[in-house]
């Protein structure tokens, strides 16, 4: 089914779940962002303000650095080269490109680290925020320069996975980002998740995971990244998406959904929850068979083929029994 459980224990706790936080991106969404907006607010056109951002962003490996280097490209912006590259991490990316030093990254980068006053650039930043975009400014120590809007469309099987795992009986899901918190608002609605905790960096996800352990017992997180590894560790179960996902968080996870299908996710509840009552029947019965075989030993009614029922013909029926979870869809 494409599903990688390594271990029993794990499928038995996966049944036991009673929250799933998610990472969102490359997970509740495609991971494959794209650049929908560019706002100039200087004396920088579009196309420079592109081929700046290509130049920093050519150094990254994050997924929204990607959506830029891939924009300019169909663009056919400029190239520059950027030197001394920085990542900022959680925050953005800083480098010198034509002899001047920029910084690219989230409003917080230039309003907290930079301590930059956003007045003139707030309302593009909110109304890219309200349409479900992330806001990426770029600029210097000493002025924004322009605004990028990037998007990350929402994977087609994500809204039914969660409503598949409301129907299961999961009493809570959780979308964790390191998003602005109005992005991942109307993300969280869409998605139609039970709550969401946003502008997190990667120990605050490791964090989240433990209060929720805290509050509701077993808790399994579904993420991708490196940066998630912490969180699939803590967790009661870590589940990796196995296509998109790093090597970090694969050999962390105790599940990998093989083919990046979150449509899997609620098959393995299901097969977890279906497992622990066959588990639950299955003991029952064989002790129940070896109980009356006892029994049988007082006025001496035990033969030898009651004897061999209690013995192989229970295993085969326990057996026969836990073949029905070749059934589960």
Known sequence: KGVLIKGGVHLEETGRLQVIAFDKTGTLTEGRPKVTDIVPVSELDEHQLLAIAR????????????????????????????????????????ATVQDIEYYIGSPTLFADELKLDLTNVNHHIKDIQQ??????????????????AVRDQIRSSSQDMIRKLHDLGIKQTMMLTGDNRLVAEQIARELGVTDFQAELMPDEKLRAIVTLEAKYGKVAMVGDGVNDAPALARATVGIAMGGAGTDAALETADIALMADDLEKLPYTIALSRKALRIIKENISFSFGVKLLALLLVI??????????????????????????LMKTT
Request: net charge negative.
């Open 55 to 94: 130049a920093i962003e050519a150094h990254s490996q994050h997924p929204l650095a990607s959506a830029i280097c891939h924009e300019a490209e169909h663009r056919d912006a400029m190239l520059y080269e950027a030197t001394e590259f920085h990542s900022l991490t959680g925050k953005g990316a800083k």
């Open 131 to 148: 349409q479900g975009k992330t806001a990426m400014l770029l600029g210097t120590d000493k002025a924004v320069k322009g605004i990028l």
């Open 299 to 324: 006025p001496g009614w035990l033969t030898l083929w009651i004897a061999i029922f209690a013995d192989v013909g229970a295993t085969l029926l326990v057996v026969l029994n836990s073949m029905r």
